[in-house]
T-cell receptor, first 112, second 115 residues
Framework: QKEVEQNSGPLSVPEGAIASLNCTYS??????FFWYRQYSGKSPELIMS????GDKEDGRFTAQLNKASQYVSLLIRDSQPSDSATYLC????????????FGDGTTLTVKP | ETGVTQSPTHLIKTRGQQVTLRCSSQ?????VSWYQQALGQGPQFIFQ???????GRGNFPPRFSGLQFPNYSSELNVNALELDDSALYLC??????????????FGPGTRLTVL
């Protein structure tokens, strides 16, 4: 079992819809959770971080964390074609983002 | 642009050779992490340098080694290259703060191909 697992994808949604990306992790002592966006041929870009159970909203993005279920998700509202990318979930035991364990990503395509 | 630069952009080597990849961290950042990203997979943590000392290492063999300089730039060295070392190598820098900070900024990566 991988330490961080994501929807195998690919995920395709129409423009304006809500895209839901899911991630589960195996290490119960994980404390920090991150979502990165990676466009094809580019490096990952941090879009959300979350540390406490519940929801965290930033613009069209909402991260949800449930430590009891070892589950973290990312919702993208009003999806745009520019959101088409691979989304990477990363977890970390402490607050040092630099030692994160990544999932293999879910590729999202938003169709106009 | 994150301000993190890496060189070279692309590199082709043959099995058994050695390679050095370079990274300049964002101004003011004192922590550098290196990741290997194989095609279709997420980045895998290789190691991290904080104030010129190795500060954690992932599941990579000793032929992967690194260095951080006083200006916080860093090098990743790989000896005895294997075909499976073909990947995108990413460097990420983090600002000072709680154990390296809560944010890391990735450079554009170096694409290494081993033939």
């Amino acid at each position: 079992q991988k330490e961080v697992e994501q929807n195998s994808g690919p995920l395709s949604v129409p423009e304006g819809a809500i895209a839901s990306l899911n991630c589960t992790y195996s290490d119960r002592v994980s404390q920090s959770f991150f979502w990165y966006r990676q466009y094809s041929g580019k490096s990952p870009e941090l879009i959300m971080s979350i540390y406490s159970n519940g929801d965290k909203e930033d613009g069209r993005f909402t991260a949800q964390l449930n430590k009891a279920s070892q589950y973290v998700s990312l919702l993208i509202r009003d999806s745009q074609p520019s959101d088409s990318a691979t989304y990477l979930c990363a977890v970390k035991q402490g607050t040092n983002a630099g030692k994160s364990t990544f999932g293999d990503g879910t590729t999202l395509t938003v169709k106009p | 642009e994150t301000g993190v630069t890496q060189s070279p952009t692309h590199l082709i080597k043959t099995r058994g050779q050695q390679v050095t990849l370079r990274c300049s961290s964002q101004s003011g950042h004192n922590t550098v992490s290196w990741y290997q990203q194989a095609l279709g997979q997420g980045p895998q943590f290789i190691f991290q340098y904080y104030r010129e000392e190795e500060n954690g290492r992932g599941n990579f063999p000793p032929r992967f080694s690194g260095l951080q300089f006083p200006n916080y730039s860093s090098e990743l060295n790989v000896n005895a290259l294997e075909l499976d070392d073909s990947a995108l190598y990413l460097c990420a820098s983090s600002p000072p703060g709680l154990a390296g900070g809560t944010t890391q900024y990735f450079g554009p990566g170096t694409r290494l191909t081993v033939l």
